[in-house]
């Protein structure tokens, strides 16, 4: 059984910087395109970042291109969130996800694994 574990997550003032991790263990993950979601109270889980199985392409949100970078080592089974110059509207709960292949990277229930979330909390 594949299980995702999120760390990094905290609180954080305006324009400062945080870098969530996620390390997956019971499955193929060099094989995996991984993701990371986030859900704000009252509001949908949406498409934050997105990168291949080999690494090589990355995919963005317009609300964090340019502000946040996707990362993987796939000799550590872990994927990494790099966010910068973080807003008051980043905060969330932030979700890594894995799935197989490109089809539907955007969509939260094309996804089969899921991690538990981790809180990023960006204050004024």
């Known amino acids: 059984q594949v299980q995702l574990v999120e760390s990094g997550g905290g609180l954080v003032q305006a324009g400062g910087s945080l870098r969530l991790a996620c390390v997956v263990s019971?499955?193929?993950?060099?094989?995996?395109?991984m993701s990371w979601f986030r859900q704000a109270p009252g509001k949908e889980r949406e498409f934050v970042a997105g990168?291949?199985?080999?690494?090589?392409?990355?995919e963005y949100a317009d609300s964090v291109t340019g502000r946040f970078t996707i990362s993987r080592d796939n000799a550590k089974n872990t994927v990494y969130l790099q966010m910068n110059s973080l807003k008051p509207e980043d905060t969330a709960v932030y979700y890594c996800?894995?799935?197989?292949?490109?089809?539907?990277?955007?969509?939260?229930?094309?996804?089969?694994?899921w991690g538990r979330g981790t809180q990023v909390t960006v204050s004024s």
């Open positions: 996800a894995a799935k197989f292949g490109l089809v539907g990277y955007t969509r939260h229930d094309n996804y089969n694994s």
């Open positions: 019971g499955g193929a993950f060099s094989s995996y395109y």
């Open positions: 990168i291949s199985d080999g690494g090589v392409s990355t």
